[in-house]
């Protein structure tokens, strides 16, 4: 999938087979799922920020962790 910025309110579902790279301009304000589980925050509002989410280390970036499934992600933006 290209790289492409979300606009404010808009959603994206991605979904990979080894891995998710996410490169944010505003860390704070994105709030995502994993696999539908809450994604954790990713940085304060106005961080730039690029984070790898592969099978490997999904489970850190959970709110809560658990098992290794494939990763997939879906992010919204906020004001």
Same mark, same amino acid.
């Given at each position: ?6 606009? $404010?309110?808009?959603? $994206? =579902?991605?979904?990979? $087979?080894?891995?998710?790279? =996410? $490169?944010? @301009?505003?860390? @704070?304000? /994105?709030?995502? &799922?994993? %696999?539908?589980?809450?994604?954790? #925050? =990713? @940085? =304060?509002?106005? !961080?730039?920020?690029?984070? +790898?989410?592969? #099978? !490997? %280390? /999904?489970? !850190? ?8 499934? &494939?990763? #997939?992600?879906?992010? +919204?933006?906020?004001?």
């Amino acid at each position: 999938m290209p790289a492409r910025a979300l606009g $404010q309110g808009e959603r $994206q =579902l991605i979904e990979a $087979q080894r891995e998710v790279v =996410l $490169q944010l @301009g505003s860390a @704070g304000s /994105v709030t995502w &799922t994993i %696999n539908g589980r809450p994604g954790r #925050s =990713l @940085g =304060l509002p106005g !961080e730039v920020t690029t984070v +790898t989410i592969s #099978s !490997e %280390n /999904v489970s !850190e970036f959970w709110q809560a962790t658990a098992g290794r499934p &494939t990763p #997939s992600a879906s992010a +919204t933006v906020h004001p």
